[in-house]
């Protein structure tokens, strides 16, 4: 069974136009990541949440914003999507305790087209 | 000098052999460290999981880990084809608060029948 679902799977929005990325978890973890990953690149961290707290990663560029409002799911809006942010967006989560860290979990990505 | 080194490959092998895959890394902070297999446009897939050094085995995998060199290693036996994808290698730090991941920026594996 999927643990982390994202939504839709393709997107295709026109240029400008505000876009909205789901995701939703069942495995209660407390953190959550949105990654962008260009064809034949690493993933890249946009943000994340530590529980309610939201972290920017310092050259994520305004336009991206994100959401969550509860444990289980997280949304990534892009503001006025340029051409090159299309991409495949990555939702992840883990379970940090202390010191400990679990591993990570992805969902399966949105592919995101941008016209 | 990125955090993560990943020969991007391609690495081509045989069906049958022993992919070898590894990372090296500069930050002695780390000590979770992950395998990933992503398929062409999916998700990447967690494959092993380990805690600071040492060796991990589930199944056809195998995974390393030396913190003296700061080098990980995954090996694939009895590869198949359906093992052909990219293979990313992610690690995060008992000092970071919530465990960031860096990952390497992945090796393509192709298994030739």
């Known amino acids: 069974d999927a643990m982390v679902i994202q939504n839709p799977r393709y997107q295709v929005t026109q240029f400008g136009k505000p876009v909205t990325l789901s995701c939703s978890q069942t495995l209660n973890h407390n953190v959550m990541y949105w990654y962008q990953q260009k064809s034949s690149q690493a993933p890249k961290l946009l943000f994340h949440y530590y529980d309610k707290d939201f972290n920017n990663e310092a050259d994520t560029p305004d336009n991206f914003q994100s959401r969550r409002p509860n444990t289980s799911f997280c949304f990534l809006d892009i503001r006025s999507p340029g051409l090159g942010d299309a991409a495949m967006y990555l939702c992840?989560?883990?379970?940090?305790?202390?010191?400990?860290?679990?591993?990570?979990?992805f969902g399966q990505g949105t592919r995101l087209t941008v016209v | 000098q990125k955090e993560v080194e990943q020969d991007p490959g391609p690495l081509s092998v045989p069906e049958g052999a022993i992919v070898s895959l590894n990372c090296t890394y500069s930050n002695s902070a780390f000590q979770y460290f992950m395998w990933y297999r992503q398929y062409s446009r999916k998700g990447p897939e967690l494959l092993m999981y380990t805690y600071s050094s040492g060796n991990k085995e589930d199944g056809r995998f195998t995974a390393q880990v030396d913190k003296s060199s700061k080098y990980i290693s995954l090996f694939i036996r009895d590869s198949q084809p359906s093992d052909s994808a990219t293979y990313l290698c992610?690690?995060?730090?008992?000092?970071?608060?919530?465990?960031?991941?860096?990952f390497g920026a992945g090796t393509q594996v192709v298994v030739t029948p």
């Open positions: 992610a690690m995060s730090g008992l000092t970071d608060s919530w465990g960031k991941l860096q």
């Open positions: 992840a989560t883990s379970r940090v305790s202390g010191s400990r860290n679990t591993e990570a979990f």
